[in-house]
């Protein structure tokens, strides 16, 4: 019965910034890997970071420089720094629990390692 929750959503200028929440309840937070994906209309949904178990972070390169991945285990929460944003990061962002905690410095894993998603919170960034 694990369950994400992603909040912090919404429309901003280019520019920009946003900060995601995911709070996740139901599964070992300290223990487990969290990833942020994101997918725009008609597109795949593609791994934008992760965090891992050991605090360890991993970002796509699309976002290298721009986003900051952070983990608070008190609260059972992962956040998602934005900043600078542009119209290609637009869409719904997702985020999802590895118990295994595959993300490491060098490795960002792709949907398939992930077993609980929440249901995605939208962000666009428009002129």
């Known amino acids: 019965q694990s369950q994400l929750l992603e909040s912090g959503g919404g429309s901003v200028q280019p520019g920009g910034s946003l900060r995601l929440s995911c709070v996740a309840s139901?599964?070992?937070?300290?223990?487990?890997?969290i990833g942020w994906f994101r997918q725009a209309p008609g597109k795949e949904r593609e791994a934008v970071s992760c965090?891992?178990?050991?605090?360890?972070?991993n970002y796509a390169d699309s976002v290298k420089g721009r986003f900051t991945i952070s983990r608070d285990n008190a609260k059972n929460t992962v956040y998602l720094q934005m900043d600078s944003l542009n119209v290609e990061d637009t869409g719904v962002y997702y985020c999802?629990?590895?118990?295994?905690?595959?993300?490491?410095?060098?490795?960002?894993?792709?949907?398939?390692?992930?077993?609980?998603w929440g249901p995605g919170t939208q962000v666009t960034v428009s002129s």
């Open positions: 999802a629990a590895d118990p295994y905690s595959v993300c490491g410095s060098y490795y960002l894993p792709g949907t398939a390692l992930y077993n609980y």
């Open positions: 139901g599964l070992t937070f300290d223990t487990a890997g």
């Open positions: 965090i891992g178990s050991v605090n360890n972070p």
